[in-house]
Structure formats: structure tokens, C-alpha cells
Nanobody, 126 residues
Framework: QVQLVESGGGSVQAGGSLRLSCAAFGHTYSTYCMAWFRQAPGKEREEVARISSVSSTSYADSVKGRFTISKDNAKNTLYLQMNGLKPEDTAIYYC????????????????????WGQGTQVTGSY
């Protein structure tokens, strides 16, 4: 059974940093496409960052230069380092994974990943 568990969310002042973790259980995720998404109240879910099985990464324009996605295959854990947080980064952040390699080749709006965590709240305040 595939299970993803996020942690590391919280509240931080503008300009601060947080690191989100996503522990993956049930499979070895080194060959998976993995990503972080977020959803703010009243807004559509958006992809924040993505990392492929060969560690190729991509980012939403809104977080480029501030957020970094990475993974530790030995620990089966995905990370999102968030620096320079802004109030507009406030959202529930979800990690997602998919064993289908082609998913990582699709544009973000077309990439429907199969497995999702329960989410963790991130709040950036003034």
C-alpha cells in the first residue's frame, strides 16, 4: 500500500524558512516521479515543484529561486526547502508520487499523479 506522510509545516514570518518532508511508505520511490503541490483557500491547486527519478527538477515561476525540491532515496523521503517565504505562499502543501515515468514529462496542468499525502499547513505572515 502506497502511503505518503507530510510534515514540517507551520507559521513563519515573511522572509523566513521552512523545510517540508514527505516520508514514503510501502514502495521504493527512487524510480517515481514526485512533486509538491499547494492549495490556498478559494484557489485552485497548483504544482509547486517536481523531481523525476533521475532528479531532474522543475518549479513554478512563483517559487523559482526561493524553493528547492530534493529527495533522499535511502530514506525514501522527499523534501521542499522554502526560503524567503511570503504571505502569498500560505496554503496546504501536499506531496504526490507516481510510478509512471511519463507523468514527469507532462506539463503541470496535465500531470495527474496517482498517490497523495494528507497535506501540511504552511502560513506566511507579515
Amino acid at each position: 500500500q502506497v502511503q505518503l506522510v507530510e510534515s514540517g509545516g507551520g507559521s513563519v514570518q515573511a522572509g523566513g524558512s521552512l523545510r517540508l518532508s514527505c516520508a514514503a511508505f510501502g514502495h521504493t520511490y527512487s524510480t517515481y516521479c514526485m512533486a509538491w503541490f499547494r492549495q490556498a483557500p478559494g484557489k485552485e491547486r497548483e504544482e509547486v515543484a517536481r523531481i523525476s527519478s533521475v532528479s531532474s527538477t522543475s518549479y513554478a515561476d512563483s517559487v523559482k529561486g526561493r524553493f528547492t525540491i530534493s529527495k533522499d532515496n535511502a530514506k525514501n523521503t522527499l523534501y521542499l526547502q522554502m526560503n524567503g517565504l511570503k504571505p502569498e505562499d500560505t496554503a496546504i502543501y501536499y506531496c504526490a508520487a507516481d510510478f509512471r515515468v511519463r507523468v514527469c514529462l507532462l506539463p503541470s496542468k496535465e500531470a495527474e499523479l496517482l498517490y497523495w499525502g494528507q497535506g501540511t499547513q504552511v502560513t506566511g505572515s507579515y
